[in-house]
């Protein structure tokens, strides 16, 4: 069965850090773009960052502008995990996050929204 699973959520105070991991069972996570996204109550779902798959020979990640500076994605190829290191959190950060297979090798222009498969989601709060 193909599944990602999110972890690494929680309370945060505003300013805080949190690192966010994406694992997969059923196939192999290094080959694919991997997206993540996060949906607050009562809004869109919005992607927040994309990053190639291994075979990719170019090494560009992508940011939504509201992201840029604060948060960073990454990937272990021996362990097969994507993390999204989320620092200087704020309080509109808070949302549950996923991640998801956005193309087969590369994160397509329209990575954004062009969520393919994801997990379930692991919710991050960012509150006093």
């Known amino acids: 069965q193909v599944q990602l699973v999110e972890s690494g959520g929680g309370l945060v105070h505003p300013g805080g850090s949190l690192r966010l991991s994406c694992a997969a069972s059923?196939?192999?996570?290094?080959?694919?773009?991997i997206g993540w996204f996060r949906q607050a109550p009562g809004k869109e779902r919005e992607g927040v960052s994309c990053?190639?798959?291994?075979?990719?020979?170019?090494?560009?990640?992508y940011y939504a502008d509201s992201v840029k500076g604060r948060f960073t994605i990454s990937r272990d190829e021996a362990k097969d995990t994507v993390y999204l290191q989320m620092s200087s959190l704020k309080p509109e950060d808070t949302a549950v996050y996923y991640c998801?297979?956005?193309?087969?090798?590369?994160?397509?222009?329209?990575?954004?929204?062009?969520?393919?498969?994801g997990g379930q989601g692991t919710q991050v709060t960012v509150s006093l």
């Open positions: 998801a297979t956005v193309g087969r090798r590369a994160c397509p222009a329209n990575w954004s929204t062009n969520w393919i498969s």
């Open positions: 990053i190639n798959g291994i075979m990719s020979s170019d090494n560009t990640v």
């Open positions: 059923g196939f192999t996570l290094d080959y694919y773009a």
